[in-house]
């Protein structure tokens, strides 16, 4: 009798040719949020900005406030703009509507932008990122802490590499949520930090 397809003498099974690869359900519902995520609106400078670095374009304004900043973007979600620091002049800030908040954020070039590890060939692409960063923090937060306490999660290896920085960062949700809200009766711009460890990209505060 011929040998089964599916089995040999070690006791090893053998897909069939039929049989195809589904990845995980957890991996298609954050590349299906990823995909879902909000895209970034530049705010451009109305004026001419005298000693603009080459590298950024009309999404700098020079050097303005926070509450001016927060004044450009508070009736567009996911506007931007990059402003200088009026206490650290050649220190530059980009200021992002997310949440109906202003998030601050230092920005560096070093031939490439970054606010954290990661670097990004243009600003449109590291606030893209950025954006399905914080989309996917907000949506899916509880969802990815699952993943560290699920068996079938340390198989593919993500349990030990999420767990760690998941935990200290629901940790922090409801400190951030109190300071939120001080600063809202304070009417002033809340920085925030931005860091989601499924992608392990961080965005330091100011």
């Not at 995909?35 to 950024?56: D, L, M």
């Not at 200021?95 to 490439?112: E, P, S, V």
């Not at 593919?156 to 809200?181: C, F, I, M, N, Q």
């Not at 001080?182 to 505060?205: C, D, H, M, P």
Request: a positive charge.
């Amino acid at each position: 009798m011929a040998a089964s397809s599916n089995s040999s003498l070690s006791g090893s099974s053998i897909s069939s040719d039929a049989e195809e690869y589904q990845p995980p359900i957890w991996k298609s519902y954050l590349y299906q949020l990823q995909q879902e995520a909000p895209r970034p609106r530049r705010t451009v400078s109305t004026r001419e900005v005298e000693n603009r670095p080459k590298h950024y374009g009309r999404e700098f304004h020079g050097m303005i406030s926070r509450e001016q900043a927060d004044e450009l973007l508070c009736s567009v979600e996911c506007a931007y703009l990059i402003r200088e620091s009026q206490r650290q002049s050649g220190c530059y800030t980009l200021a992002l509507r997310f949440g109906h908040q202003t998030l601050n954020y230092r920005l560096f070039y070093d031939g490439k932008h970054f606010v954290g590890e990661k670097r990004f060939e243009s600003i449109h692409d590291l606030v893209t990122d950025g954006l399905i960063t914080l989309y996917i923090e907000t949506k899916a937060a509880e969802y990815i802490a699952k993943m560290t306490t699920n068996p079938i999660y340390e198989q593919v290896g993500y349990a030990s590499l999420l767990k760690e920085k998941v935990t200290r960062r629901l940790s922090r949700t409801k400190h951030e949520s109190k300071k939120a809200h001080v600063a809202r009766e304070g009417n002033t711009s809340v920085e925030k930090s931005w860091k989601f460890s499924y992608s392990l990209s961080i965005w330091r505060r100011l």
